[in-house]
Every structure is written in C-alpha cells, then in structure tokens.
C-alpha cells in the first residue's frame, strides 16, 4: 500500500473523531489536506463544526471544501486538534515543520483540548532525528543563530525554495538542524528556545494524545 494511501485512511478515520458542534484546528501537510477533504464533505453532509487553520494554505483548502474558518482569537481553545507529523516516536514525540507551518501548529495544539496526529507508516521511527528538525528565526537574527547552532555541532542548513530564502506564513526563515545524535531532546529544546531570535522549533514532545497511523491497508492507533 502506498504512502498516499496510508495518510489518506489515516486521515479518513480521524475525521470520525469530529462530532457536532465541534471547534476544530486544522493541521497542515498533504496528509491533514486529505482529513481537510474529508471534512468538507461531511460538512455538506450535514456535519455542523468550525475549523481554525494552521496555515494559509489550510485556510485556502478548507475555504474550498466549505469549512467556516474562525480565527484563534475567535475560538480560544479548540476541542481537537488533527495535524500530520514528519516523524514520531513511540513516546509520540514528533518532529513537525517540514512544510513549515510549526509555529501555528504548535500554537494551535497548544490551545486544543485533545491532539490527533495522523500519518503513513514511514514516519514511525524509533528514534527522532532522521528528519531534520525545523527551526523557526527571526531573518535579523538568523546568521548569529547559525554561528550558535553551528557551536552545538547541530549543522544548521538555511531552508531555500526556489533559489530564494523560504519564508513562512509569519515572515520568518526556517533552519533544519541534525539532532539526530542528541540524547535529551527536552535540553534541547529548551536550550535551541532560549536563544534570541528563535521563534519556535519543531519539536513536539507532549502534546500528542492519539497517533493515527496507515499500516497497509489498516489503521493502527
Ligand atoms: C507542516 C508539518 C506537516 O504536518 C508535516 O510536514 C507532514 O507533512 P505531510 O503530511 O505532507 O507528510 O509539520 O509544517
């Protein structure tokens, strides 16, 4: 079974978990896109919820498939949360940020009651680091972050699309940083948070409450 297929029965069967009336964040990705569609048609369906977008272009796929958006501030907290993840662990630590979202994201699980994390089989590691870790900066201070990041041996990698520097929804750069040789990834992350000019990383270590994931032609929770 492909990878494709894997985040789209994934993301199916978190759609069962949105009841009426429900304030929904959305997650960002190829695989939240496929629980997004799902949504807008139990929507037309009858389903009666709001979502609050993670991203711009979340906000433009739910838009399309006839989901009411409301703004964080709008909804406050949100009764479940469902996002997809580029990596996560069997202490459903995650690594997030791959499509650059991970500030709102991380706001959003923040303010969510429960978090859902939907995702194909390769992204199931025994150890967080394959992936990159993403790495949200203020551009004024990215090149001093690097000379630190560089200090911590994490060999920080400036993210590019298109020849030009990436900027996310919030106007930031993005570093992808190697942890994969780092024991403590809680130290981590509060050393990387503490340093001037990181805005967020990528690093979700407890807000996930329930993975979802395609195995075959099943999903395992
Ligand atoms: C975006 C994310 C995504 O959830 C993550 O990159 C997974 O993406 P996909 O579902 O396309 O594999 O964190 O910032």
């Given amino acids: 079974m492909s990878a494709e297929n894997e985040k789209w029965i994934a993301a199916i069967a978190s759609a069962e978990y949105v009841k009426n009336g429900m304030l929904v964040g959305l997650g960002s990705g190829s695989t939240a896109a496929f629980m997004i569609a799902e949504l807008g048609k139990r929507v037309a369906g009858g389903l009666i919820m709001k979502g609050v977008p993670s991203s711009d272009a979340t906000a433009r796929l739910a838009k399309q498939a006839g989901i009411s958006l409301l703004s964080l501030d709008e909804a406050g907290t949100m009764d479940i949360?469902?996002?997809?993840?580029?990596?996560?662990?069997?202490?459903?630590?995650l690594i997030k940020g791959g499509g650059g979202a991970l500030l709102r994201e991380k706001i959003l699980a923040h303010n969510s009651r429960f978090?859902?994390?939907?995702?194909?089989?390769?992204?199931?590691?025994?150890?967080?680091g394959k992936f990159q870790l993403p790495i949200e900066t203020i551009p004024f201070a990215t090149q001093t972050i690097?000379?630190?990041?560089?200090?911590?041996?994490?060999?920080?990698?400036?993210?590019?699309?298109?020849?030009?520097?990436?900027?996310?929804?919030?106007?930031?750069?993005?570093?992808?940083?190697?942890?994969?040789?780092?024991?403590d990834l809680k130290e981590l992350n509060t050393l990387l948070i503490q340093i001037p000019g990181v805005v967020e990383?990528?690093?979700?270590?407890?807000?996930?409450?329930?993975?979802?994931?395609?195995?075959?032609?099943?999903?395992?929770?």
């Avoid at 949360?81 to 630590?93: C, K, S, T, V, Y």
């Avoid at 978090?115 to 590691?125: L, P």
């Fill in 81 to 93: 949360n469902i996002d997809g993840a580029d990596e996560f662990d069997p202490q459903l630590q």
């Fill in 115 to 128: 978090n859902i994390i939907i995702a194909d089989s390769g992204k199931e590691v025994e150890r967080l």
């Fill in 146 to 183: 690097i000379a630190e990041l560089e200090h911590l041996d994490l060999q920080p990698k400036l993210r590019m699309k298109n020849d030009e520097v990436y900027k996310t929804d919030e106007n930031n750069y993005i570093l992808d940083v190697d942890i994969f040789q780092k024991d």
């Fill in 201 to 221: 990383t990528g690093l979700f270590l407890s807000s996930t409450d329930l993975v979802l994931v395609g195995q075959g032609n099943k999903v395992a929770t």
